[in-house]
């Protein structure tokens, strides 16, 4: 968001949440999203057993390895925690202290009962046998606009052809996940994470794949963004809702499809 308001960006890849903090500072030229990307949450809860009927409420008098105020990865955290009828701040202690990147070799290192972590955070802790998946936050919050293309309000007034061109071959990325197995799609993308192995990188995958993580077309709907902003005002980072056709265009990715 940074380098997209500064100009050193024309478009960014962000949380949608940030066009929402944009917004509400009241800049003369806020951010616009025009093509969701992901419509889950992509982080997975981890115990130090399995669970197999694990149960929202199995976390009270826990400890856990949560996010940052204020950030997303939490923020959605502790929405299904309310949505079950648990308090964040009285019936488990969430540990936020650690650094984003150190939760996963934090526990296992022996803190926490429970830890929140993306991937490949909570496969190598399945792999290594410290930790194993109990929930996926992506399937308990519903279908969040967790990540999203994005750019200022000029810029897509003064360059239309450029983005409808972007969000194209965005779509057709969309397209091959659609008709391609996670096999498939971790071959292709293997080149980009060479630190992984190939196994691994198709357990993530198919993970992902299976919790419909990834949106079929790229129109950021308005129910989505209700959510996001119910997600928002939970975690009191919200003072005032914010219009939804100012800050979401339909266009482009509406056409990408066609």
Known sequence: ?????????????MGSEASIYVYSQNPDDYIVNFAQLTQRAGNFLVAREPMENFQWSDLKGKNVLGGRKGGMPQMVFEYILKKNNLDPLTDMTIDQSIDFGATAAAFSGGNGDFTVEFEPGATTLETEGAGYVVASLGVDSGYVPYTAYSAKQSYLKEHPELVQGFTNALQKGMDYVQSHTPEEIAKVIAPQF???????????????????????DLVFEEASFTLLEDILEEAGELQSRVPYEDLVTTEYAEKAVQ
């Open 1 to 13: 968001m940074t380098a997209v308001l500064s100009g050193e960006a024309d478009i960014g890849f």
């Open 194 to 216: 060479k630190e992984t192995d190939l196994e691994v990188l198709t357990t993530i995958v198919t993970r992902y794949y299976e919790q419909d993580t990834w949106k079929e």
